[in-house]
């Protein structure tokens, strides 16, 4: 995913089909649904790249003493 500056085609599509104000519940609802599809989304692919990698605690464990940043 990238910003271009314009509407992406999920905005786009969003635009579309809310061409209405909704209440304020609605619009939480929509928004933590939408929230919680990302971040499944997120997990899932995280979840591929464990076991593509074959990364297990010991892989966690050694990243959290490695000093990644650069000068």
Known sequence: MEAT??????QSELLKVFQYNLPDTQLRDIKEMLAKYFAE??????????????????????WKNDHLRQK
């Open 5 to 10: 500056g314009r509407l992406t085609n999920i």
């Open 41 to 62: 989304s997120a997990s899932n692919e995280m979840d591929k790249l464990w076991d593509e990698q074959n990364l297990d605690e010991q892989t966690i464990e050694s």
